[in-house]
């Protein structure tokens, strides 16, 4: 029997709005019915554009969608919609964002109630079809103008002259069936012309007769000009875009809107952004809300622009986008692309004021930096869900790190993780820090659940700390209990007098007194028994032989039952004393490296926590020098054991810093990169399909300013998967220059590819060997490689050995003489190393 629901599926994604005015369509609907109730994989509708076909799709799946258990609506224009589509259903799956698993999953029948897959809009069958579903547990339909397909396809025509007049009188319209057939021959009975010709006469009272003679007009006028497919669609338009001239603000939204990239827009994005240059008229309907709504009310009425208000969504027809933009001049073309690459953050955003609180607006990619982060986290997490990833944000005081940790939050909470945020200076005076972390922990996994679980939940946990507590803090139960019931006799015996009230007070005074005695008695026992206090914590760690392997064992308790998985930011650590700095991070290193597993072998592991930690390296290295009495390179082995990955903060090079202060002293007076000039650069990285030397290589050859505005594209197309194999194996030639261990080859490769990104977003095009090559003597010899960067035409004392005492200190010299350094500078491919090479590959050329 098939189950019915109240609403969607559990698994629902993009699915369009019911359409409130479908028509027609019975035999197209049969059909589709009776060839998937076959037990057949799946179908296409092909047909011209406007015919129906999306539309077709939506009423099919609400008509049927109890009988699948998800839904998956997919925009397939191109093929990295699709991929980007099926990496997020993976992750709903729960088998992660890779689009093999997702497809594997599918065919398995995960879920186990079916699932339907629409590709809507598909244009290439060889683009689409490896991401077609397969396997008997579900279905799949694909909406394109393109015929030729390998799968049983149904040709959408036309509306039927009945279907027509049903569609243009179903408005409150006053057209008679006559009339209406009138129309429905002047369109040639296609349903999108039909919905604009009925959206016109409704929404602007006009008589039939006007209205044909506009399109009669704009008709012939399109045909002169040699505009043969479908002019009929095109007339529609342009009746509708001539009647704009007298709603400006409208007008100019709708230009707007057909540059922007996504099929949905998001209300959310249409923002104001004053340094770049727009008109006037389009600035106030960005800045006035009430305006605003004026235009998307009379874009929505002239059936230009549909909003779907539930999701605070616009969709615009990809037929209405040509028609508007072929209207374009190519200037006002250019700047309404730049405008709209800005409000969806394709491009960074230039902001007016600036203060020194973590930036809200991105201007420094510092969000698409965030992005490769999260994607690594979800990539780890899904490899080995129970290895822990300690990752540093290394950069100097004022470069950003907080507010790439804003943004890194926020990407992350979206992606389904329970990010805690830790202040290292705030917490800096409650020690010990295992117990702030700890604390911290806790209240978000207690907060993360419904307000009726949070008290079973507390419970739970404070029972974990008692049986981990042990005999003193049973000691106290007991010593409270009696006291209580010692206090709760006295109190009856207290009660004098007789009657029913009596009575009931000598029973209830001492039960209340009883529970009081204990309820305080026993939060007072907690916060000091329990480490439920900073002095608890401080106790507990005099009294018990083995604290931290206890503390690590609640720690693995609270991440069991965290629902979602567990990520530390924490920020300020450079703020911190030496001793406090050594004494979080070991505290750190205890909780996810060591316990509970050094103590129980057999212990299972339980779920991995994730730790982002925002500091300056030097300052970390200077704590640990200080708190071991050692030279700063003992500071270097102590960070190198603790992180399996360390990220540079992207530098800002001379040019880049002209360029931002220019944006900040002068709001919009940088010039824009043409709008096609940049669709065009974007579609020659598509071209490289991952390869990551023609990705640098197609960078390299463009302006600075070009890079700059396609630096977010290049960088997620060098994270694909098959730019991730031919990396490794293009860097498989410099394993000689390696220590023979398994873990420098893996920091190596993870080093490498989290500096090409921030290089790639910085707009550094350093060639691949050369860039290995400093990815290796960053590894082996930290302090030469900061020495360096600082300084980096002391280079010369490595390629040439007599200048080393002139350019390195007397405590680096014995490095800089080394052989194997000399050997990884000089070696070909990638070397040498000039100081022109090692500015590339720091980001400061």
């Known amino acids: 029997m098939t189950q019915v629901r109240d609403g969607p599926p559990p698994v629902w994604n993009a699915v369009p ?17 009776r060839h998937l109730s076959e037990e057949r994989r799946g179908l296409v509708l092909t047909g011209m554009g406007g015919v129906g076909k999306t539309q077709i799709a939506i009423e099919y799946l609400y008509r049927h969608m109890d009988e699948y258990d998800a839904v998956w609506w997919t925009s397939a224009t191109d093929a990295k919609s699709v991929r980007e589509s099926f990496a997020e259903l993976g992750q709903r799956l729960g088998v992660g964002r890779d689009v093999p698993a997702a497809l594997e999953a599918l065919t398995e029948g995960v879920p186990r109630g079916g699932w339907l897959v629409v590709f809507d809009g598909a244009t290439d069958p060889a683009e689409i079809e490896p991401y077609l579903p397969a396997g008997p547990h579900g279905h799949f339909i694909v909406t394109s103008r393109n015929p030729e397909w390998h799968f049983p396809a149904l040709g959408v025509e036309v509306f039927t002259r009945g279907e027509s007049v049903e569609l243009l009188t179903l408005r409150d319209t006053g057209l008679t069936a006559e009339v209406a057939d009138r129309i429905a021959e002047a369109v040639g009975d296609l349903p999108l012309a039909l919905e604009q010709a009925a959206a016109w006469i409704a929404v602007t009272g006009d008589t039939p007769e006007s209205y044909l003679r506009m399109f009669d007009s704009a008709f012939k006028e399109l045909m002169s000009a040699g505009e043969l497919p479908q002019a009929a669609l095109s007339a529609t338009w342009t009746v509708s875009l001539r009647a704009l001239e007298s709603h400006p603000g409208a007008e100019a939204l709708l230009g707007l809107l057909t540059f922007f990239e996504a099929t949905r827009i998001s209300r959310a994005d249409l923002k104001t952004v004053p340094t770049v240059e727009i008109s006037a008229v389009l600035e106030q309907v960005l800045t006035d809300p009430v305006e605003q709504s004026k235009a998307l009310r ?33 200037d006002t073309a250019d700047q309404l692309g730049r405008l709209a690459s800005v409000l969806e953050g394709r491009v960074a955003v230039d902001v007016e004021w600036s203060t020194d609180t973590p930036a809200e607006i991105d201007l420094l990619k510092r969000d698409a930096l965030a992005a490769v982060l999260t994607r690594r986290l979800t990539e780890t997490r899904e490899r080995d869900p129970r290895s822990s990833l300690l990752i540093h944000l290394d950069g100097a ?8 940790l804003n943004f890194l939050g926020r990407r992350l909470t979206s992606s389904g993780y329970l990010v805690v945020r830790y202040d290292a200076w705030q917490q800096a005076r409650l020690a010990p820090p295992w117990w702030s972390l700890l604390s911290a922990l806790r209240r978000k996994v207690v907060t993360d659940r419904k307000w009726w ?14 049986r981990r507590s042990g005999a003193p803090y049973l000691l106290a139960l007991v010593l409270l209990t009696v006291a209580a019931g010692g206090l709760a006799l006295a109190v009856r015996a207290a009660i004098g007098g007789a009657g029913t009230f009596a009575e009931v007070l000598k029973v209830t005074a001492p039960v209340v007194t009883a529970l009081g005695i204990l309820w305080s008695g026993a939060r007072v026992a907690a916060r000091m028994l329990l480490w439920g206090s900073a002095r608890g914590a401080r106790l507990f760690e005099q009294s018990d032989t083995n604290p931290m392997g206890r503390v690590a064992e609640h720690f693995d308790w609270l991440l069991r039952h965290s629902r979602k998985p567990v990520v530390f930011l924490i920020d300020d650590l450079d703020r911190c004393k030496d001793a406090q700095v050594v004494e979080l991070l070991e505290a750190i290193q205890t909780l996810v490296r060591d316990a509970p597993r050094r103590h129980d072998p057999a212990a299972p592991l339980p779920p991995a926590a994730y730790f982002v930690i925002a500091a300056d390296g030097a300052w970390l290295r200077k704590a640990y020098a200080a708190e071991y009495g050692a030279t700063d390179s003992l500071g270097y082995q102590f960070l190198d054991k603790l992180f399996q990955l360390t990220v540079p903060m992207p530098a800002l090079s001379a040019t880049a810093q002209q360029r931002f202060l220019g944006r900040l002293l002068r709001p919009g007076s940088a010039e824009p990169v043409p709008w096609r000039e940049v669709e065009q650069a974007k579609e020659r990285i598509g071209d490289a399909d991952g390869d990551e030397r023609a990705v640098v290589g197609t960078l390299a050859a463009m302006s600075p300013e070009l890079r ?6 290049a960088t997620h197309a060098l994270l694909g998967t098959s730019a991730r194999a031919q990396r490794e194996h293009i860097l498989r030639k410099f394993a000689p220059l390696l220590p023979p261990n398994p873990r420098s080859i893996k920091l190596f490769l993870n080093n490498y590819t989290i500096l090409r990104a921030v290089r790639t977003l910085e707009g550094v095009a350093v060639d691949i060997d050369s860039l290995a090559l400093w990815t290796i003597l960053r590894h082996r010899w930290p302090a030469v490689a900061d020495a360096l960067q600082r300084e980096p035409d002391a280079v010369r004392g490595i390629i040439e050995p007599l200048w080393c005492s002139e350019t390195f200190s007397e405590e680096l010299q014995a490095m800089a003489r080394s052989p194997e350094l000399r050997t990884v500078v000089m070696h070909r491919p990638g070397g040498p190393l000039t100081s022109d090479v090692i500015r590339q590959c720091c980001g400061t050329a």
């Open 708 to 713: 700059d505005a396609v630096a977010v594209d």
């Open 453 to 466: 679980e949070r008290s079973r939940l507390r419970l739970r946990e404070t029972t974990e700390r008692a």
């Open 298 to 330: 009379e874009l929505n009425r002239s059936m230009l622009v549909k909003i779907d208000h539930r999701h605070g969504t616009l969709q615009v027809h990809r037929l209405v986008r040509d028609a508007v933009q072929r209207r374009l001049d190519e």
């Open 17 to 33: 709005p019911r359409n409130p005015r479908f028509v027609g369509r019975d035999s197209v609907l049969a059909w589709m019915r």
């Open 397 to 404: 005081w004022g470069s950003g790190k907080s507010t790439l």
